[in-house]
């Protein structure tokens, strides 16, 4: 329970003292003054900035040591799980003017900030720009060429120009400053915090400055900003992190979790010890995530962004259960870094989903499906890459088909196993020599595979050029490289049951996450086949329904025996009523 709760609501008549709604003060500043540790600050809807109307860019709403600061209230409520933050917009803006214009304009408009084909009509803000960067100018063409790097560019060089209006904004909306005590943020709307390069170089504006190492900041939208937050040591919690000039998110030792980054130039950067737990990345122009140091992405999206999706460049990083899709460079760029890759699903993306350099990457239960590429679907550049249990699925590179691998200098090799590497229905065969661009046959080893075209000339034991049949490759939508293509195995599968000895098992677990071995031989692909088959006959008949009861970990769930992976249709290391659907729906007859 909170110490004190201080109420603060702009629109408030009352005394001004903060113990009602009636009382509530109506400067955020005020309530902050007398606030103390253990205290809770309850904020109606409204609109607040930190400069008491001074027009002092270097205030900020400084949050004291152990406070816990809420949004999203009525102004009637009498406890906080009352309170709607998404309906009751409570706002905390650096825009001290109230004049920031729209991040977009119109293609002939008096600003340049949009992000368009050719063309800023406002000559001031041209010649500016140009000077700076003449590479956004192009002589003899009306205009210039205009791309995310030359509107940056503007906003920092411009923003007294138009209607972009910046120049008078807060350089930091919300401080949190090294303290003992945690601080919680909870609710609010973060915006407008701005500075360019008119401000000196020394300046690097947030709507978040946290260093106060274990604060929790929930439930908020960052929008708007030069750059979203910055901060040491914070756990983050269902957050949206939009238009952000620059990066959404600056951190170092952070935990991000349930959050989302929508067009911003960067996502997210990140140092440190720290990790990403179900967050989405979509419409990240340049890279949705920069790590140094030892990260985990566990269970991300990287959905249609423009950039690149992943660069790791120092330390360790693990990467588990994630999709990338319709990336506009590269999915994964491993530089200098040790990469663990685990259950990823490379989709449709532009250029290669993976880029190793000069590092180590091992690759376990990924499919890569309907990815183009200049050089090869995995470029390794004087590195190591390993595949372990991989889908390569109707991949391009410079047109040709199923070019898996590009080995660019002596100092690049890899290792594949128990792997299937495949054209797309209808097109032409090709030969394993598709696999390797620039280097000789020494610099690969590759064994107990399916391969497109197979002739043996790669030498390896256990592998063959058999149709994988799979079960539906180009899904419902008729387009390879999909979500909902099934590149699951058939029951007529040759790779069932013909996969060869691997460093993972028995712990490692298919791109379903399912376990990796059922009736008791592991399969070559992403994919294990046997849900359901109690038996190994590869049908769902009366004998698997009749051997259900015994499998069953009852309403309280918990292990199964040894024997009953088969039946862990939701890889819950539990078999119950869920689980027992799935059954109805496979079952194929007697």
């Known amino acids: 329970?909170?110490?004190?709760?201080?109420?603060?609501?702009?629109?408030?008549?009352?005394?001004?003292?903060?113990?009602?709604?009636?009382?509530?003060?109506?400067?955020?500043?005020?309530?902050?003054?007398?606030?103390?540790?253990?205290?809770?600050?309850?904020?109606?809807?409204?609109?607040?900035?930190?400069?008491?109307?001074?027009?002092?860019?270097?205030?900020?709403?400084?949050?004291?040591?152990?406070?816990?600061?809420?949004?999203?209230?009525?102004?009637?409520?009498?406890?906080?799980?009352?309170?709607?933050?998404?309906?009751?917009?409570?706002?905390?803006?650096?825009?001290?003017?109230?004049?920031d214009g729209p991040r977009d304009c119109e293609q002939h408009s008096d600003c340049c900030y949009e992000h368009e084909d050719v063309g800023c009509d406002d000559a001031i803000c041209a010649d500016t720009v140009c000077s700076v960067r003449p590479d956004c100018c192009v002589p003899g063409v009306p205009g210039f060429t205009w791309d995310d790097i030359c509107a940056a560019a503007a906003r920092d060089e411009c923003c007294h120009l138009g209607s972009w209006n910046t120049c008078e904004n807060s350089f930091y909306v919300v401080t949190m400053d090294v303290k003992e005590t945690p601080t919680i943020l909870?609710?609010?709307?973060?915006?407008?915090?701005?500075?360019?390069?008119?401000?000196?170089?020394?300046?690097?504006?947030?709507?978040i400055l946290d260093q106060s190492r274990g604060s929790q900041i929930s439930n908020c939208l960052f929008t708007n900003n030069y750059r979203g937050a910055g901060s040491t040591g914070g756990v983050f919690t269902k957050n949206t992190f939009r238009d952000s000039v620059m990066a959404g998110l600056l951190g170092t030792d952070v935990t991000v979790t349930d959050c989302r980054f929508v067009d911003n130039v960067g996502g997210i950067a990140m140092s440190g010890i720290s990790s990403l737990t179900r967050c989405t990345f979509e419409g990240q122009t340049l890279v949705a995530v920069t790590s140094t140091g030892d990260v985990t992405i566990d269970r991300c999206s990287f959905l249609d962004n423009p950039g690149d999706g992943y660069h790791a460049t120092s330390g360790t990083a693990r990467v588990r259960d994630c999709v990338f899709s319709r990336t506009g460079l590269n999915a994964i760029v491993a530089f200098t870094t040790t990469m663990i890759l685990e259950r990823i699903a490379f989709l449709g993306n532009l250029q290669a989903p993976l880029v190793v350099i000069r590092t180590a990457v091992r690759a376990e239960d990924c499919l890569f499906s309907g990815n183009r590429a200049n050089g090869g679907i995995v470029g390794i550049i004087a590195g190591f890459a390993e595949f372990d249990h991989c889908t390569f699925h109707g991949n391009r590179a410079f047109g040709i088909l199923l070019r898996a691998i590009s080995l660019t200098s002596s100092g690049a090799s890899a290792t594949i196993r128990n792997s299937i590497i495949w054209g797309a229905d209808?097109?032409?065969?090709?030969?394993?020599?598709?696999?390797?661009?620039?280097?000789?046959?020494?610099?690969?080893?590759?064994?107990?595979?399916?391969?497109?075209?197979?002739?043996?000339?790669?030498?390896g034991v256990g592998n063959s050029g058999d149709v994988p049949l799979f079960v539906d490759t180009i899904?419902?939508?008729?387009?390879?490289?999909?979500?909902?293509?099934?590149?699951?195995?058939?029951?007529?599968?040759?790779a069932i049951d013909a996969g060869g000895p691997s460093s993972a098992?028995?712990?490692?677990?298919?791109?379903?996450?399912?376990?990796?071995?059922?009736?008791?031989?592991?399969?070559?692909?992403?994919?294990?086949?046997?849900?359901?088959?109690?038996?190994?006959?590869?049908?769902?008949?009366?004998?698997?329904?009749?051997?259900?009861?015994?499998?069953?970990?009852?309403?309280?769930?918990?292990?199964?025996?040894?024997?009953?992976?088969?039946?862990?249709?939701?890889?819950?290391?539990?078999?119950?009523?869920?689980?027992?659907?799935y059954l109805q729906r496979a079952f194929s007859g007697p």
Request: include cysteine; glycine fraction near 14%; aromatic fraction near 12%.
């Open 1 to 99: 329970f909170a110490q004190q709760v201080i109420r603060a609501d702009a629109s408030a008549d009352g005394n001004a003292d903060g113990m009602s709604w009636e009382d509530a003060y109506t400067d955020l500043q005020d309530a902050l003054a007398i606030a103390a540790e253990g205290d809770e600050i309850w904020v109606a809807a409204g609109t607040y900035k930190p400069d008491r109307e001074t027009g002092e860019r270097t205030l900020s709403f400084d949050i004291p040591s152990g406070i816990a600061l809420y949004g999203g209230f009525a102004g009637w409520e009498m406890q906080r799980f009352q309170r709607n933050w998404n309906k009751n917009g409570t706002i905390l803006s650096g825009d001290l003017s109230g004049d």
């Open 505 to 581: 098992f028995p712990l490692s677990r298919d791109l379903d996450g399912h376990p990796r071995v059922l009736c008791g031989q592991v399969d070559i692909g992403a994919y294990e086949f046997g849900l359901g088959d109690y038996d190994c006959d590869r049908a769902i008949d009366l004998y698997d329904f009749q051997s259900w009861p015994g499998c069953m970990t009852g309403p309280e769930g918990g292990p199964y025996l040894f024997g009953c992976e088969s039946f862990d249709a939701n890889a819950d290391s539990s078999v119950d009523l869920s689980d027992f659907a």
């Open 426 to 459: 209808g097109d032409p065969s090709g030969t394993e020599d598709a696999l390797l661009k620039d280097a000789d046959t020494s610099n690969l080893s590759i064994d107990y595979s399916i391969v497109q075209g197979w002739t043996g000339k790669l030498g």
């Open 475 to 494: 899904g419902p939508d008729g387009i390879v490289g999909t979500a909902d293509d099934d590149l699951h195995l058939s029951p007529e599968s040759p």
């Open 186 to 207: 909870d609710g609010f709307t973060i915006r407008s915090a701005y500075a360019s390069v008119r401000d000196g170089l020394n300046i690097f504006p947030f709507g």
